[in-house]
């Protein structure tokens, strides 16, 4: 059974960091392709970034709207994934969600609120 457990999430003012971190269980992790999205209440999950470990080599893909912010990164000896979010914007503010890419496993989710 897949188990993904988001945490890190809080309330900053604009320009501020955070970082959220993902606990994976049940998956082969070092070889899994692991995403963040997020979602803001009445509107659909958007994809925010991805990132794969395959052959010793680490490839990230991140949305527009976040690319040069935000930096996802993973620690495959722990079974971790983490999204540092920087310069942050009330355009942030979601609950953040961990998944494996491909595969309908999510986490609960972990929200950031970004006040103006």
């Known amino acids: 059974q897949v188990r993904l457990v988001e945490s890190g999430g809080g309330s900053v003012q604009t320009g501020g960091s955070l970082r959220l971190s993902c606990a994976a269980s049940?998956?082969?992790?070092?070889?899994?392709?692991m995403a963040w999205s997020r979602q803001t209440p009445g509107k659909q999950r958007e994809f925010v970034a991805r990132i794969s470990n395959l052959d010793t080599t680490t490839f990230a893909t991140y949305a527009v709207s976040v690319k040069g912010r935000f930096t996802i990164s993973r620690d495959n000896t722990k079974n971790m994934m983490y999204l540092q979010m920087n310069s942050l914007k009330p355009e942030d503010t979601a609950v953040y969600y961990c998944h494996v890419w491909g595969r309908d496993a999510w986490g609960q989710g972990t929200q950031v609120t970004v006040s103006s």
């Open positions: 049940g998956i082969v992790f070092g070889t899994s392709t």
